[in-house]
């Protein structure tokens, strides 16, 4: 049984890499995803309207004899979850694996955001609204 906390101090931080691909690259997925770590962690530690760099949290999870630390966010490749793979903690992947299932099954919150693919020029706007997400991408902002 784990057990999964924000960590909302600025001042922490995790020199980390992708470690645990989400499965989602864009679209209604990723709207979930986000309003989904809404409802369990409140407002990201980071956000911004780079759709290549849109959100940060840092996550704890724990069980009765480990703590892992966790970056959850979205980036070039979409929403993932990153770890820093020098502190080689048994049974790191496991715990990584049941934070994305905890997400995944969170009913998301209602937000709505719009953040910006400079390479694409296009303009994303993303949410959910009472369970129902969406997910709209137009060029040109």
């Not at 409140?42 to 911004?48: C, M, R, V």
């Not at 309207?49 to 949290?57: G, S």
């Not at 793979?85 to 919150?109: D, G, V, Y």
């Amino acid at each position: 049984m784990y057990t999964y906390k924000a960590i909302t101090e600025e001042d922490e931080t995790l020199e980390s890499s992708k470690f645990l691909d989400t499965g989602i690259i864009a679209g209604e997925e990723s709207a979930k995803f986000r309003g989904s770590l809404l409802t369990l962690f409140g407002e990201p530690l980071y956000k911004s309207d780079n759709a290549e760099d849109a959100y940060y949290y840092l996550i704890e999870v724990s069980d009765d004899m480990s703590k892992w630390y966790y970056t959850v966010y979205e980036g070039p490749s979409g929403p993932a979850i990153g770890y820093d793979e020098k502190e080689n903690q048994a049974n790191a992947r496991e715990a990584s694996k049941a934070l994305l299932e905890k997400i995944k099954e969170t009913t998301p919150s209602d937000f709505n955001e719009v953040i910006y693919y400079e390479d694409f020029d296009s303009k994303i706007t993303y949410g959910c609204k009472s369970g129902e997400c969406f997910y709209n991408e137009k060029e040109g902002r």
